[in-house]
Nanobody, 123 residues
Framework: QVQLVESGGGLVQAGGSLRLSCAAS????????MGWFRQAPGKEREFVAA????????YYADSVKGRFTFSRDNAKNTVYLQMNSLKPEDTAVYYC????????????????WGQGTQVTVSS
């Protein structure tokens, strides 16, 4: 099993920044890619960004491209989502995910999930 623990959510004004962290532990050798998804009330979970376990390839949703940066620290088995120029429509619960199937943009491609962290952007 792989355990994921997220941190870094909170309340921020529009235009502000937050950095989410996700620490992986357990059988991390199984991981091929990490992803961030978000879910707003009444909406389906949507893809935000993904990164290969090696950190050499990243994908972003069009809605966050140029504002969010996904990175990882190999030594700490931790990934980060730096979120800049936040907008009220970024408000959601953000979930970290890990998968053994390679880079993907759909929740079905990820096997392990964190508990979620709330991000609220006020206007």
């Amino acid at each position: 099993q792989v355990q994921l623990v997220e941190s870094g959510g909170g309340l921020v004004q529009a235009g502000g920044s937050l950095r989410l962290s996700c620490a992986a532990s357990g059988r991390t050798f199984r991981i091929r890619a990490m992803g961030w998804f978000r879910q707003a009330p009444g909406k389906e979970r949507e893809f935000v960004a993904a990164i290969t376990w090696s950190g050499d390839i990243t994908y972003y949703a069009d809605s966050v491209k140029g504002r969010f940066t996904f990175s990882r620290d190999n030594a700490k088995n931790t990934v980060y989502l730096q979120m800049n120029s936040l907008k009220p429509e970024d408000t959601a619960v953000y979930y970290c995910a890990a998968g053994d199937k390679g880079l993907g943009r759909t929740p079905e491609q990820y096997n392990y999930w964190g508990q979620g962290t709330q991000v609220t952007v006020s206007s």
